[in-house]
Structures are given as structure tokens and as C-alpha cells.
């Protein structure tokens, strides 16, 4: 089972009730990412905590349906409670990934290349939704992880698209949030990469993973960037074409723009 997303790092620490929260919805996500169950050491273990304070977190989840013990060995696993909170946050962007899917997939056989679909959430990027390239090397994302700006492509075609005054907005917050989590964010060349989106029409990353990512922004009726498509595989075959799938990924993020206000 993939791993599920982690929790963010900037929300480690908060004062007060709020780090009773942050802790009880970590050891929702250690749930979620354990597939077959988890015992209440393991929660304890892997939060750092004592066995005590896990397992009330676990008691107080389990009561509200968020998690569930499992009879036979005692093991926590996830509650129904979580399928409706999926479903409600899915029905939110039903409309634009409706829209867009037909676009990924032609993206997708086009370019051979793997495609992503992610919505904007803060300082972050979720990802919505996915079309797989079906070669032998791909690059995957979990549906439903949240990704800091500063290390996607999506991030930067989505600031190369926004006013000045809402981009340098956005910036500080990303600074503020970087800092907080002691996360690397290079101002500088995050704003040298938005300018060469603003003149290509697409942007690009480079997390020296030997992967080429390449995005594009999805704007809605203001003008406003709401999302964002990439195209992302290994560098090997992308780099030698990565003007024409810059293209291509900048001609789609436009088309489902127009779709989106037609």
C-alpha cells in the first residue's frame, strides 16, 4: 500500500489544545499508512509518545468512527468516518476533475508520459488526479498528497500566472512556512524559475532526482490559477523533447481553462 501522505512539518509543534489535535491526526495518517493495522505500541512508538496518550487518541478516534479495532488481533485500522470525509473533499473538485480527465488522458497518449492533475491548497499542492503513461519507468503520486509549492513545477506555473502583488503574498507565506518547518526554499531561484514560466507559457523543476517535471496552470472565470497539470518522467526521455512537452502541457492546462468557464 502506498504511504500515506505525511503531516505537515510546519504543524508540528503548535501551543495549546491545537498540538493535542496535530497529534491525533498524525496517528490518523500512521493508521491510514499501515494498511493492515497498527497496534497501539507501534502508534506510541512511531509518535513518540507514551503507550497511555496513544491509546486515548486511538479510544477518542475509534468513538467518533475515524478508526476502528479490529476484534481478532486488537489492531487499529481505519473507520467509515473516513470514507465520507473522502467522499466530501472529492465532491469539491468533481467538477474539474470531470473536466479535465479527457484532457490528461489525450495528454498522456500524446506525449507517452505520465500526467498529473493537483489543485492548489495554501502553500501546497494536492494531487487530484492521475493518468499513468504504462512504460516500464514512471514517475507515481499518491492521490491525495500534499506537496510544499517550492518542490513542483505545478507550483511555479501556478505563481508565474498570479498578479505580482498576490505572488509576492504568496511567496511570504511560502518563506514564513519554510522556515517554520526548516524546509529549503531559495527565493531567488524560485522567483529566476516563475520568470522563465511567465515567458514560456510552462515551468519546470529541478529536484536533481533524475526526473523532468514540466506544469502548466489552470486558470478559472477571473483569471485566477486554481490548479495545474505536469507532465513528469525520467530526464532521459524528456529533456531531449522538452520544448514540445512544455507545449503541450501549457496547450492543455488552456484548453481545460476554457472549459472550465464555458
Known amino acids: 500500500m502506498p504511504a500515506a501522505p505525511k503531516p505537515d512539518e510546519a504543524s508540528a509543534s503548535p501551543p495549546g489544545a491545537a498540538s493535542t489535535l496535530v497529534r491525533g491526526l498524525s496517528v490518523l495518517e500512521m493508521v491510514a499508512a499501515a494498511g493492515d493495522g497498527i497496534s497501539v505500541t507501534e502508534v506510541a512508538a512511531q509518535a513518540g509518545t507514551d503507550k497511555s496518550t496513544a491509546s486515548r487518541l486511538l479510544a477518542t478516534m475509534r468513538e467518533l468512527g475515524y478508526v476502528q479495532q479490529r476484534v481478532r488481533d486488537r ?15 472529492q465532491a469539491t473538485h468533481d467538477h474539474l ?41 514512471t514517475v507515481q503520486s499518491v492521490i491525495g498528497t500534499r506537496t510544499p509549492l517550492q518542490r513542483t513545477a505545478m507550483g511555479r506555473a501556478i505563481l508565474a500566472t498570479m498578479s505580482e502583488r498576490d505572488r509576492d503574498r504568496l511567496l511570504e507565506q511560502m518563506r514564513t512556512s519554510a522556515a517554520v518547518s526548516h524546509a529549503a526554499l531559495d527565493l531567488d531561484e524560485m522567483r529566476a524559475d516563475v520568470r522563465q514560466a511567465g515567458i514560456r507559457g510552462w515551468a519546470a523543476v529541478d529536484r536533481r532526482d533524475d526526473v523532468t517535471r514540466l506544469a502548466a496552470a489552470i486558470t478559472d472565470v477571473r483569471g485566477e490559477p486554481i490548479a495545474a497539470i505536469t507532465i513528469s518522467g525520467p530526464s532521459y526521455r524528456v529533456d531531449p523533447r522538452v520544448d514540445d512537452l512544455g507545449t503541450a502541457v501549457a496547450r492543455v492546462a488552456g484548453e481545460v481553462s476554457e472549459a472550465l468557464v464555458a
Do not use: F, K
Not at 105 to 118: F, I, K, P, S, Y
Open 75 to 89: 489492531r487499529y485500522v481505519l473507520g467509515s468516518r473516513c470514507l465520507w470525509l473522502a467522499q466530501a473533499y
Open 97 to 137: 476533475v470531470d473536466l479535465a480527465r479527457p484532457h490528461l488522458a489525450g495528454l498522456r497518449d500524446a506525449t507517452g508520459e505520465t500526467v498529473h492533475l493537483a489543485v492548489r491548497e495554501g502553500v501546497h499542492v494536492v494531487y487530484v488526479a492521475q493518468e499513468d503513461s504504462g512504460q516500464s519507468v
